[in-house]
């Protein structure tokens, strides 16, 4: 993964900015396999792309930008747990896009549940990656349930059909 600055950035947040992206590297590159390998378990279906792209931005926000072929995390992350949480989270959020939209879909999700159901399987994360993603408290009985489906059948798959019938 490469950690490019924004452009489109003020002149005064960008030292900051681009030493932010040093640290980003120097925190992320040796777990990256690890990562990769740990959220392949995961998002079976997708593939990491070859040149993977993790700008980072200067406002508070993280996204993914799957049409892009990008994610886009803030630079206020200094630690390195927090820098390791929030890229595997977006990029987590681009394999989702990219390998279960169509799926999801199928199953009877509409676009907005997609935006809530691809929050709720970052709680994945810490059983198979060991990473502490909070989630958001609206979400927190669904990421209970999603908890109990992965554990059952350690399938993706299972885990949205599951989490659809029980109506999330
Ligand atoms: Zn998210």
Redesign the pocket.
């Known amino acids: 993964m490469i950690f490019p600055v924004k452009f489109r950035i003020t002149e005064h947040k960008k030292k900051e900015c681009k030493f932010q992206a040093i640290e980003f590297k120097k925190y992320w590159q040796p777990s990256e396999k690890y990562f990769y390998k740990g959220l392949l378990k995961i998002y079976s279906k997708a593939k990491i792309p070859s040149r993977l792209i993790c700008y980072l931005n200067s406002s508070p926000y ?1 996204m993914d930008d799957f049409e892009k072929g990008c994610i886009s995390v803030s630079y206020k992350f200094k630690t390195p747990d927090k820098v390791k949480r929030v890229v595997a ?2 990029l987590a ?1 681009f394999l989702f896009r990219q390998a279960y939209t169509k799926y999801s879909l199928k199953v009877g999700y509409s676009e907005t549940q997609l935006e809530d159901l ?2 709720i399987l ?1 709680v994945l994360h810490k059983p198979v990656l060991g990473l502490d993603d909070k989630g958001y408290k609206v979400h927190a009985k669904q990421r209970t349930q999603a908890l109990k489906l992965w554990s059952k059948y350690h399938n993706l798959e299972k885990v949205i059909s599951g989490l659809f019938k029980n109506k999330i």
Do not use: A, G, R
């Open positions: 993280s989270h977006e959020h691809k929050e970052t």
